[in-house]
């Protein structure tokens, strides 16, 4: 595809890649291997990776797609880890020897094309930059790698959102400098970090918190189309295919500083008759300005050319802006849906095997991970204990204490009761980026959930043989029953608490030593009968692998097994007698008839854009016609910022105040693979009608009465007129 496009390719191949994805693009797997370390000198992790290299190296040799003479385009540079720097004073010697051994590995495989390494490098790599402003790491740059090439493989264009904090944007004006900046003080190349984000579909593509749109606030949308700022961009490409030749023949000449350090012009040197300047006002204003000095034999003089100036560029009059509508299907505020409760523990099946000398006892790695293998994000801890509760008391106070990664849901005696705090925090630990006054009251991994279960609800739901009456005192057995929620693994290791590693990740409940379950209302003491049991994944999921006899597979297949939802007990409810369930995990499911504009052949692959706007749902999974949408989760944003981005030019969209705060993100965008062959019926014109199979599983089992498909429509404009 880069091929037929004229496109180079910058191909990172891991092991570790960041990107804001599950593990950092490592597979989760390796939190199995007891013996294996990551990211570090550790044989078992050497040989996976070269293992893994091998075969894909192989594959690429096939396809010949390496840049040579007779492959003008492909891949041209090929990158090793990522941003080893971030951690490598946590590793010392072990991490520079690791460095260095995946630099022998890639020379073994004499790879055709230059090595690169972002942010942290070893042997014959050249190093290159990230950052919002690489034109200030030029110096310092120059310095450490004297005869490389200054590289930016990550120039940010705006920034990732997590659940809970408001959208992430990057001024047009700022970006546009940094770029230009980069370019005119040297820079060789600038790769776009992201140019196009998309979307986090399945449940293994996002790193912990992040939304499921990885929209970015990039030059691309998450729909595939050219946004604003691309188009500001592109004025900028022009120039540099343009005059690129002319800047690689040749370099800089001298450096007149006015003021401060970002007022500044950059002469080159002449090739032949010309000359490229750069001027730029970064005190003010942020201004830049390019131009072509020509030197004019007949008249004796230099003639200047102004070829690029982004205070014109960006003059509103001048720039295709791209302008969003939706338009919304009805809500299904008086429809029907197919209804499954998600079943507790101790009504499933697998229930008999654990209690009957299978279950997994408390011993302090109990962890998530070890029992779903990270093929879900759901897993049960229960366990029974018996309380001694004072007569004329009608309702109970209990705090509920632990370690435990990322949420909670807990119920007593099948009752739902209460949650673990939310939003969650992207920056739960301390690190190099947090403010030193505010670690001692960061959260890391402890959770205090309050409960007030009340007496007649929790005694209703358990069998007569369980409750012993006295005069002043009731004695009761309680089931307690704990969904458990991952929300994908972390990037990296300062995501995690202090002396913790990316090996050490823990999810569900751990760390056994800091559980309690405190009651008042002059209850007696807690009495714990046996241990924990642990069921890891949803009972609908377990159906489906139990189907796949235990291979590797996903959540998102789920959709795909007609023979596992059809067996399930569906009730066919209204709203009115959903919104009367109590809370609970709850499966939805619903055949929707869709009018969709603008229908073109193979319209699903391009054209088309629909989303699923989630309002007044809590959290969970989403699927079109058998093709995951991703999590969802209708959390406000209200977070502030990471450190990492203090003093950054990364802001929030605009809040007008506490009463306006919206969750992060409503829209969830369908596939278009989920849009072929959905086409039932023609109507005049470009109108098509879809048909779409929706499933959902809410934690909480929330109304699905605001639930609606949305279809998006842009159009560029100049001028205030559609262009």
Not at 210 to 230: C, H, L, M, N, R
Not at 296 to 322: K, Q, T
Not at 603 to 632: P, Q
Request: glycine content about 8%; aromatic content about 10%; some cysteine.
């Amino acid at each position: 595809l880069a091929q037929s496009l004229s496109l180079h390719i910058i191909l990172r191949v891991g092991p570790y890649i960041c990107a804001e994805s599950n593990f950092g693009g490592l597979p989760s797997t390796l939190l199995l291997e007891p013996e294996l370390l990551i990211r570090t000198y550790n044989e078992p992790f050497l040989k996976s990776i070269k293992n893994w290299l091998q075969i894909l190296f192989q594959s690429l040799e096939n396809q010949n797609v390496f840049t040579n003479s007779q492959t003008p385009y492909g891949i041209i540079l090929l990158q090793i880890e990522n941003e080893y720097e971030m951690i490598s004073s946590a590793y010392g010697n072990q991490g520079t020897l690791y460095l260095q051994e995946i630099s022998n590995i890639m020379d073994s495989f004499s790879i055709p094309i230059p090595i690169i390494m972002c942010l942290g490098s070893s042997g014959n790599s050249i190093e290159t930059l990230n950052a919002f402003y690489p034109h200030k790491l030029i110096e310092s740059q120059r310095i450490k790698h004297p005869l490389q090439p200054l590289l930016c493989t990550e120039l940010w264009t705006g920034w990732y959102n997590t659940f809970g904090t408001p959208h992430h944007v990057r001024m047009i004006e700022d970006l546009m400098y940094s770029v230009v900046k980069f370019i005119g003080n040297g820079g060789s190349l600038v790769n776009y970090y992201m140019f196009y984000g998309g979307t986090n579909r399945r449940r293994i593509n996002g790193m912990y918190l992040v939304t499921t749109s990885y929209d970015y606030d990039a030059p691309i949308d998450e729909f595939g189309q050219v946004t604003t700022k691309g188009n500001v961009l592109k004025r900028w490409h022009d120039v540099l295919i343009k005059y690129g030749d002319l800047l690689l023949q040749s370099e800089i000449d001298f450096v007149e500083r006015r003021g401060g350090n970002e007022d500044e012009i950059v002469v080159w040197k002449w090739v032949s008759d010309k000359r490229i300047v750069f001027e730029s006002c970064g005190s003010q204003e942020l201004k830049v300005v390019v131009k072509i000095q020509q030197k004019c034999v007949e008249r004796g003089e230099e003639i200047s050319e102004i070829v690029f100036d982004s205070s014109v560029i960006l003059d509103e009059d001048r720039v295709e802006s791209v302008v969003e509508r939706l338009e919304y299907e009805n809500e299904c505020e008086n429809t029907e849906w197919n209804v499954y409760e998600e079943k507790l523990p101790k009504s499933r099946a697998e229930w008999n095997g654990i209690v009957d000398g299978n279950e997994q006892k408390w011993n302090g790695w109990n962890e998530q991970i070890s029992v779903t293998k990270d093929q879900s994000d759901y897993c049960w801890y229960s366990t029974q204990f018996q309380l001694s509760i004072p007569s004329e008391c009608d309702q109970l106070h209990m705090e509920f204490e632990c370690e435990c990664a990322d949420s909670l849901h807990l119920f007593l005696n099948g009752i739902y009761q209460a949650s673990s705090h939310q939003p969650l925090l992207e920056d739960r630990c301390p690190n190099a980026w947090s403010d030193p006054k505010s670690n001692e009251h960061m959260p890391r991994f402890h959770q205090v959930i309050s409960l007030a279960p009340r007496i007649n609800d929790i005694l209703s739901k358990h069998q007569d043989s369980s409750i012993v009456n006295t005069i002043k005192h009731t004695v009761c057995t309680i089931q307690m029953d704990i969904l458990s929620v991952s929300c994908g693994l972390v990037k990296g290791d300062w995501m995690l608490d202090e002396n913790w590693t990316m090996s050490d990740e823990k999810k569900g409940i751990f760390r056994s030593e800091k559980f309690q379950l405190r009651v008042q209302n002059g209850a007696g003491g807690v009495e714990w009968l046996g241990g924990w049991s642990v069921i890891g994944k949803l009972e609908v999921e377990s159906k489906y692998f139990e189907k796949c006899e235990g291979n590797h597979a996903e959540i998102e297949e789920i959709m795909k097994q007609r023979e596992v939802l059809s067996n399930l007990d569906w009730k066919k409810l209204k709203i009115s007698d959903i919104s009367g369930l109590a809370f609970g995990p709850r499966w939805f499911m619903k055949d929707m008839r869709v009018n969709v504009k603008g229908w073109m052949e193979h319209a699903w692959d391009f054209g088309v854009m629909l989303s699923v706007e989630m309002r007044g749902m809590f959290k969970g999974m989403l699927w079109i016609n058998g093709e995951c949408c991703g999590r969802y989760w209708l959390v406000d944003g209200i977070n502030d910022r990471v450190g990492f981005l203090r003093g950054s030019p990364i802001t929030f969209q605009s809040i007008e105040s506490t009463e306006n705060v919206e969750p992060t993100q409503t829209l969830y965008r369908i596939p278009p693979s989920a849009l072929k062959n959905s086409v039932v019926e023609r109507k005049t014109g470009d109108i098509v009608t879809l048909q779409l199979k929706m499933l959902v599983f809410d934690e909480l089992g929330y109304v699905p009465n605001q639930i609606r498909i949305v279809q998006r429509f842009v159009k560029a404009e100049t001028d205030g007129n559609a262009a």
